[in-house]
């Protein structure tokens, strides 16, 4: 089941849930989805939401690309997720690459792949030296001086 959800679904931080792939349906292709999703079948593909994305226990993504704001696995996922936050929750088994600010792995997960925080590194940079703004704005502490006694 794919449906356009319009009132009384929402996902775990009260965001509108419109579209869900139901339990025993698949889809496969490219997905564009303006709001949040929820994987609860078998997806494979693309795709791209501007808001949350939701894989149930049930629910399992081959994907080549997964791009949305936030990514709550408890499901299999595997492929690339790009994302603001990621969680995979103590049921979940991911392989592949995740591109995050956020990672967070539950005591249960499996997690076979890499994960790249590089855009936190790119917006904690500083843009004149390429060192982090906390480098930049408080210099390396000097070591005391040693104390010397003489007899």
């Known amino acids: 089941m794919l449906s356009n959800k319009k009132k009384g679904s929402s996902t775990a931080s009260g965001q509108a849930l419109n579209t869900i792939i139901g339990r025993g349906s698949s889809f496969e292709g490219k997905l564009t989805v303006d709001n949040s999703v929820r994987i609860d079948g078998v997806f494979k593909g693309e795709l791209v939401c501007t808001g949350e994305l ?15 704001k936030d ?4 499901g299999v996922v595997n492929g690339t997720v790009r994302a603001d936050k990621v969680r995979l929750d103590t049921q979940s088994r991911f392989t592949g690459e995740v591109y995050t600010d956020s990672f967070t792995v539950a005591e249960g997960a499996i997690f076979h792949g890499s994960c790249s925080m590089e855009n936190h590194e790119k917006k904690s940079q500083s843009p004149a030296t390429g060192a982090p703004d906390s480098a930049a704005a408080k210099p390396f502490p000097s070591a005391p001086k040693p104390q010397v006694q003489k007899k």
């Open 54 to 68: 939701t894989i149930s226990q049930s629910g399992e993504a081959n994907a080549t690309l997964i791009q949305c």
């Open 71 to 74: 990514a709550y696995i408890d």
